[in-house]
């Protein structure tokens, strides 16, 4: 058997679609990468910074509201002080973060890394990322292995890739990982 790994990798995190007020509608922003904190009296508030791509406007994207500067981390505060990269493109990543404070997720393009599976065995196909975004699954194996959606469907209905179900393969999403087999005794096309 071979295995195989694909990593889907994102050219941006993905973008927050918002109420702009002074577009005076529902525009896509973008993570400015950077933070904003305010320490005011005994409370700390932290907020990542939007932009509207249109107008530029700020939008503060909240991550901490009222909390005492002690329950946080040092270090953490620091990075958040210091804009840390890192830090930054894991909060914008968060898409339950923007959801629950009002914006949809615009998805980022992605590029599949990773070696096309050889013929005439049965390949586990691991495909993996390292930020948890819904990107389908059917259109990361359509893309990668250049196939339509009947022809999927077919492979799927054949029994040559397993772990996933016709009806699964409509809903699933890659969030972080998933594994699967493909038989590729026979040429898939
Ligand atoms: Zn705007």
Known sequence: ?????????????????????KCQKKTEHASSGRFRVNA????LDIWLIYKCKN???TWNLPLYSRIKPESIDNRLLEQFYSNDVSLALQYAFSTWL?????AEIVLPDYQILGPHPDSGTTV????????????KVSQILREKLGL????LEKLITDGRIQNIS????????LNQE????IDMSTPYK
């Open 1 to 21: 058997m071979q295995q195989i790994v694909w990593v889907v990798q994102y050219s941006t995190p993905p973008l927050a679609l918002k109420y702009c007020k």
């Open 40 to 43: 005011q009296g005994k409370y």
């Open 55 to 57: 107008c530029r406007t």
């Open 98 to 102: 923007l959801q629950t404070n009002g």
């Open 124 to 135: 586990e196909l691991q495909i993996t990322s390292r930020y948890s975004l819904p990107v």
């Open 148 to 151: 339509s959606s009947r022809e």
């Open 166 to 173: 016709l009806k699964g393969l409509k809903k699933c999403k």
């Open 178 to 181: 998933i594994t699967l087999y």
